[in-house]
């Protein structure tokens, strides 16, 4: 059984974006929205984002937040989530079809 890999994520703590590496291959266009959709999701709602996939090559977005952060935006965080869902979701399936592909090596 695969286990979750993480694809990407954003600290609003550290202020530092990491990119796995395992996922290189992937357009430098992609990497980059990536990296945009991490950083202003952290910069607008604070904590951690981290987008990863399920072990069925699902992609998820999993923000979370420090328990003693008073600055974090819990209902600002739902309405982002959702707003990155709706318009980025020709990206995500994108995505989700590369790492079926690649990673886990379904045609």
């Not at 607008?44 to 992609?59: H, M």
């Not at 008073?70 to 989530?81: E, Q, R």
């Not at 790492?99 to 886990?104: D, M, T, V």
């Amino acid at each position: 059984m695969q286990e979750e890999r993480v694809l990407c994520a954003s600290s609003a703590y550290e202020q530092k974006y990491y990119f796995n590496e395992e996922f290189n291959g992937l357009p430098d266009a992609v990497k980059d929205e990536l990296k945009i959709r991490c950083v202003l999701f952290t910069e607008d709602v604070g904590g951690i984002l981290t987008i990863r996939f399920d072990e069925d090559g699902s992609l998820l977005l999993c923000p979370e937040k420090d328990e003693e952060d008073i600055l974090y935006d819990d209902i600002g965080c739902g309405l982002k989530i959702r707003q990155l869902e709706v318009e980025q979701a020709e990206l995500w399936e994108q995505l989700e079809a590369f790492y079926r592909a690649f990673i886990l090596r379904e045609q």
